[in-house]
């Protein structure tokens, strides 16, 4: 059972940064791992991905300002969030895909593996 743990949300002011983690419990060759977002009575927003090569893609409200990294020895996803804004609040969710040939930050739909996610909560 692949198991995807997030840590490092929090609550942050504006202008500031965060680091989350995500740990996963299984060693699997992820084709493609990255961050979505949500908040209430939005559609799940594509943060970052990230494929096996080191290929990434990012969503346009979070290019110039988010990192994403993967430590393929250690299974884990990191996300590296500099000049927060009040609009970056949100829960943000790590996902995994062991199959397949899509990873872009414009749709989720080919992820199969989830976290429960970490909220994040920016103050102005």
């Known amino acids: 059972q692949v198991q995807l743990v997030e840590s490092g949300g929090g609550p942050m002011q504006a202008g500031g940064s965060l680091r989350l983690s995500c740990a996963a419990s299984?060693?699997?060759?992820?084709?493609?791992m990255g961050w979505f977002r949500q908040v209430p009575e939005k559609e799940r927003e594509g943060v970052a991905v990230?494929?096996?090569?080191?290929?990434?893609d990012y969503g346009d409200s979070v290019k110039g300002r988010f990192t994403i990294s993967r430590d393929n020895a250690k299974n884990t996803l990191y996300l590296q969030m500099n000049s927060l804004k009040p609009e970056d609040t949100g829960i943000y969710f790590c996902?995994?895909?062991?199959?397949?040939?899509?990873?872009?930050?414009?749709?989720?739909?080919?992820?199969?593996?989830w976290g429960k996610g970490t909220l994040v909560t920016i103050s102005s």
């Open positions: 990230v494929d096996r090569y080191g290929v990434f």
């Open positions: 299984a060693l699997h060759d992820y084709v493609c």
């Open positions: 996902a995994a895909a062991d199959a397949g040939l899509r990873c872009t930050a414009d749709d989720y739909s080919y992820m199969n593996y």
